[in-house]
């Protein structure tokens, strides 16, 4: 005899072991708040079409609300028993309400259950995203405000390339968090359907009213085909993919900042609240966290493949396999969210190294573009002011001297076409502010970023 919800045509109770391994209860569980509110919606909803009675029904949530209380409380036993948090909840209602508890699960399966709660908590850890995501933008744009002046090297192969608005590159950032943010809210429309009624795989007979239930639970409308519904892990694979995007873009992020932090750079220094320091090394200042939200990065990916795995080959409708979508799923959110919680304020703080910067954008030969384009408007085309500016820079690197430390006659010697009004063409500090084309690190142009990227925080 099986002592199981389910155990009718068992002869044996269950393997201990297979108790174990066919358990979810331990991660599920954490899902018990969707679950309750998913059964009160369905209760509610088998009364008004008359499929059990008012006060059944009445008896029925009451009994639910206690389970809700005992689990906020902490009064709950979880069991490995029970397998998962949907059945621990049944059976506590049956011990609560007696054998009325059993008519919860009149046409409802599992598979919809488990399909409704999913979506239920993804669509907050959804909203979580989204908050983060706009707190941190707004930090960007800030600190892009307050450092308008800065000017940096800009990299191309991490080899000087042109001097740049420190300003521009938080922007860079930001148009990228911009995108996430906006993926995660496109996928609320998939993500906001209630599977609810679609039972084991094929509807039911009763007259339910799955509108009704959707209503009640904030989705958008029901699932249109009830064997996709309870075989759909698309939402969770949408939601891990980007996931990862925005996990990577806050790993390219940190990788710099740890770059820039060095003290070959010197760009910046991380507050001291957001470092730590080492047990043998009295000297040393780390920067952990950025460390760890690139680490973590590892964890996201690895959800994502691991579930994409997981759904290959899996035939229609539901199979055990898809237990598995709640680790990754569970782990991905939670090293998301507890990166972006971190990362405003870790940038809020950090402090920059403004001559730092400067003096770096100076170097490198980063204005050898600027007298190209100088000969350029003076007529001569680009490829041939590439060459005689290649041997200018070439002649500087022997002289040791930057670009603007040789005299006009050491220009001259490479083109006659070069005067004295040169200097100001390959001044690092127009090389950045002057190059207003849509888009670029001119002054005028990244003031107009910070103006879009505002009125962008205002509409969302
Ligand atoms: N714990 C299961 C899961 O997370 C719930 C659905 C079980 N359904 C079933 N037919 N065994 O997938």
Not at 152 to 164: E, N, R, S, V
Not at 209 to 223: A, M
Request: a negative charge.
């Amino acid at each position: 005899m099986s002592d199981k919800l389910w155990g009718g045509r068992f002869e044996l109770p269950t393997d201990k072991f297979v108790d174990e391994f066919n358990a979810s209860i331990h991660f599920d569980k954490r899902l018990y708040r969707y679950d309750i509110k998913g059964s009160l919606a369905h209760v509610e909803m088998l009364a008004k079409q008359g499929i059990i009675k008012p006060l059944e029904a009445e008896k029925i949530k009451e009994g639910l609300l206690q389970i809700l209380d005992e689990i906020e409380r902490g009064d709950f036993e979880f069991r490995t028993e029970d397998e998962d948090i949907h059945m621990a909840i049944e059976k506590r209602l049956k011990e609560i309400v007696g054998d009325v508890g059993g008519k919860l699960h009149t046409a409802r399966s599992r598979n919809d259950q488990v399909a409704v709660d999913v979506r239920m908590y993804l669509r907050d850890v959804v909203e979580d995203v989204k908050k983060y995501i706009k707190a941190f933008l707004e930090v960007l744009v800030k600190k892009a405000e307050d450092n308008i002046n800065v000017i940096m090297p800009g990299f191309t192969h991490l080899q000087t390339a042109q001097p740049i608005l420190f300003s521009h590159y938080l922007l860079a950032y930001f148009q990228m968090f911009k995108r996430d943010f906006e993926r995660f809210d496109d996928s609320l429309k998939r993500l906001n359907k209630n599977p609810l009624g679609s039972c084991a795989l094929a509807g039911t007979t009763f007259p339910i009213d799955r509108f009704f239930t959707s209503e009640l639970l904030g989705f958008d409308n029901p699932t249109e085909n009830s064997l996709d519904s309870v075989s759909d892990r698309d939402f969770v694979l949408e939601f891990l993919t980007n996931a990862s995007i925005c996990q990577m873009h806050l790993s390219r992020l940190c990788e710099e900042l740890i770059i820039y932090a060095t003290s070959e750079f010197n760009f910046i220094e991380f507050s001291d609240d957001y470092c730590t320091g080492s047990s043998i090394m009295p000297q040393k200042k780390n920067p952990d966290v950025a460390e760890l939200i690139r680490g973590k990065t590892g964890a996201v990916y690895g959800s994502m493949i691991g579930l994409f795995t997981t759904m290959k080959g899996l035939p229609l409708a539901y199979n055990k396999d898809m237990q598995e979508d709640k680790i990754p799923l569970f782990n991905a959110a939670d090293n998301l969210l507890g990166s972006l919680k971190i990362i405003s304020p870790m940038i809020e703080k950090m402090k920059i190294n403004r001559e730092k910067m400067y003096e770096a954008a100076s170097k490198g030969y980063s204005t050898a573009t600027e007298l190209a384009d100088y000969l350029v408007r003076k007529g001569l085309p680009f490829r041939d002011a590439h060459f005689v500016v290649g041997k200018t820079v070439k002649y500087a690197i022997d002289k040791e001297k930057k670009l603007d430390e040789l005299s006009i006659d050491e220009l001259r010697q490479f083109s006659e076409l070069i005067d004295s009004d040169v200097y100001e063409y390959i001044s690092v500090e127009n090389a950045a502010k002057n190059k207003n084309s849509y888009g670029g690190t001119g002054l005028k142009s990244v003031m107009e970023q910070i103006k879009n990227a505002k009125q962008f925080l205002q509409a969302i």
